[in-house]
């Protein structure tokens, strides 16, 4: 079931100058930079009350991420829900019709599983569904 909006991503082209904005001029607390190699971005956050903005990046300039910004140039990338089962998740959105960018999950930042919806199945808007990796204890 998705519980939560976990993430609102943005695509930047300079993460450094974006980085120094969301800390100086709004404010926001960075809790650091993570590379997501599965997607080929370099990823920064930026906690606020109960949820995220995702700053996402190129990885070494390369990737799908620099066709994106090309095409479409800086702004919001997607959004993410937080599911708590998402292979269920999956399973009931592909039965009502949802297409997805892969057949399975992959590793995303925080040793999440995430999968993207299709925006062509969201009314434009390619939203992430991710799930917390179980704790080891």
Excluded: W
């Excluded at 903005?53 to 066709?67: D, F, R, S, W, Y």
């Excluded at 800086?74 to 399973?91: R, V």
């Excluded at 009931?92 to 040793?111: M, W």
């Amino acid at each position: 079931m998705i519980v939560s909006l976990d993430h609102i991503a943005i695509a930047v082209p300079d993460l450094s100058k974006a980085i120094e904005r969301f800390m100086n001029d709004f404010g926001l607390s960075f809790d650091g930079k993570e590379d997501v190699v599965a997607a080929q971005t370099t990823t920064a956050f930026f906690p606020v009350d109960g949820t995220s903005i995702e700053l996402v990046h190129p990885l070494a300039g390369g990737g799908p991420l620099v066709k994106y910004l090309e095409k479409r140039g800086p702004g919001i990338h997607h959004i993410c829900f937080a599911s708590d089962d998402l292979d269920a998740d999956i399973e009931r959105l592909k039965e009502k019709g949802y297409q997805f960018l892969s057949d399975e999950p992959s590793l995303g930042a925080h040793n999440t599983r995430v999968i993207f919806i299709h925006p062509r199945s969201c009314d434009g808007v390619l939203i992430e569904l991710n799930e917390q990796a179980p704790h080891d204890g």
